[in-house]
């Protein structure tokens, strides 16, 4: 059996619904080198194959209807046609490694929230975070590989407003939050502690600020370790204050780490529970902040 066969074989079991072109190229380099176990025996040469093999070999995978472009992100991802498709979630984590479902999306996964959002909110690093990921990944995408020269590199691919008909709004951030990767799958999940956090970062993506109280009213006492860690975790500090008020002012909860979010608490400044609301009159003078909600 040729390359395009035994690829044909490696991707039915592999049950991914796409596949990115780096990968891709990546697959047929361990083939050749004799690293991917085959259902069929494969008898490679263990040399690296030139450009010029890797596209004719890609364009027979075309040619037997194995792979095409991928309807919603085109030429730079394949859609595998053995397997059956998947998920806005599955699909983007292919495509995307380094994004994590968030926000709303993430509320409603942990049945924090009886809201079905219609759009799927990822957060993902920032340019220049998303290049060191990929930076990190060489060494282990290149093991055992015969390879000379610049080491070829994970091309980043913008998630459109839309897959597989789902609206998706993507958070680009200089700090992403902690994640788990979800059982038996490729997806990654923010923590319910992150989730917390992204609640009153940016509440309008958590279905608005009355939702979010709402949510921290009914749950935040049972996951209060999880919370206090995820914030003492962040960066920004406006974040340990909201916190530091939602929960000890507004839910009653005396805890000695919550007590020391309070040096972040800053009198005069520009500070509001609800960042995407103008000022209101309450005001907490423990934490200086404008309870603008």
Request: charged letters at 25%.
């Given at each position: 059996?040729?390359?395009?066969?035994?690829?044909?074989?490696?991707?039915?079991?592999?049950?991914?619904?796409?596949?990115?072109?780096?990968?891709?190229?990546?697959?047929?380099?361990?083939?050749?080198?004799?690293?991917?176990?085959?259902?069929?025996?494969?008898?490679?040469?263990?040399?690296?194959?030139?450009?010029?093999?890797?596209?004719?070999?890609?364009?027979?995978?075309?040619?037997?209807?194995?792979?095409?472009?991928?309807?919603?992100?085109?030429?730079?991802?394949?859609?595998?046609?053995?397997?059956?498709?998947?998920?806005?979630e599955?699909?983007?984590?292919?495509?995307?490694?380094?994004?994590?479902i968030?926000?709303?999306?993430?509320?409603?996964?942990?049945?924090?929230?009886?809201?079905?959002?219609?759009?799927?909110?990822?957060?993902?690093?920032?340019?220049?975070?998303?290049?060191?990921?990929?930076d990190?990944?060489?060494?282990?995408?290149?093991?055992g590989?015969?390879?000379?020269?610049?080491?070829?590199?994970?091309?980043?691919i913008?998630?459109?407003?839309?897959?597989?008909?789902?609206?998706?709004?993507?958070?680009?951030?200089?700090?992403?939050?902690?994640?788990?990767?979800?059982?038996?799958?490729?997806?990654?999940?923010?923590?319910?502690?992150?989730?917390?956090?992204?609640?009153?970062?940016?509440?309008?993506?958590?279905g608005?600020?009355?939702?979010?109280?709402?949510?921290?009213?009914?749950h935040?006492?049972?996951?209060?370790?999880?919370?206090?860690?995820?914030?003492?975790?962040?960066?920004?500090?406006?974040?340990?204050?909201?916190?530091?008020?939602?929960?000890?002012?507004?839910?009653?909860?005396?805890?000695?780490?919550?007590?020391?979010?309070?040096?972040?608490?800053?009198?005069?400044?520009?500070?509001?529970?609800?960042?995407?609301?103008?000022y209101?009159?309450?005001?907490?003078?423990?934490?200086?902040?404008?309870?603008?909600?």
């Amino acid at each position: 059996m040729n390359a395009v066969g035994i690829l044909r074989e490696i991707l039915e079991r592999y049950q991914r619904p796409v596949i990115t072109d780096h990968d891709l190229k990546l697959m047929i380099r361990r083939l050749y080198a004799g690293l991917i176990q085959t259902p069929t025996p494969y008898q490679h040469s263990g040399a690296a194959p030139s450009p010029a093999v890797i596209a004719r070999i890609i364009d027979g995978l075309r040619r037997d209807r194995v792979i095409r472009d991928d309807p919603d992100f085109g030429p730079p991802v394949h859609q595998v046609f053995d397997v059956l498709d998947q998920s806005a979630e599955a699909v983007c984590a292919e495509v995307d490694p380094f994004s994590y479902i968030s926000h709303q999306s993430a509320l409603q996964r942990f049945g924090l929230s009886d809201r079905n959002p219609v759009a799927l909110v990822l957060t993902t690093p920032d340019v220049a975070l998303w290049r060191e990921e990929c930076d990190r990944l060489i060494p282990e995408e290149l093991a055992g590989l015969p390879f000379s020269g610049t080491p070829p590199r994970r091309r980043r691919i913008g998630i459109p407003e839309q897959v597989r008909k789902r609206p998706i709004l993507v958070h680009e951030t200089k700090h992403p939050g902690a994640w788990r990767r979800m059982a038996d799958s490729r997806v990654r999940l923010a923590t319910i502690g992150q989730t917390f956090v992204d609640t009153i970062t940016r509440p309008s993506w958590c279905g608005g600020m009355n939702h979010v109280l709402e949510v921290w009213d009914r749950h935040a006492d049972l996951y209060r370790d999880e919370i206090i860690a995820a914030v003492e975790a962040c960066p920004y500090k406006l974040v340990k204050v909201r916190a530091g008020h939602l929960l000890s002012e507004r839910l009653g909860i005396a805890d000695a780490r919550i007590d020391a979010w309070h040096q972040f608490a800053q009198r005069g400044s520009s500070q509001k529970l609800d960042p995407e609301r103008p000022y209101a009159p309450s005001f907490s003078e423990h934490w200086m902040l404008s309870l603008n909600a």
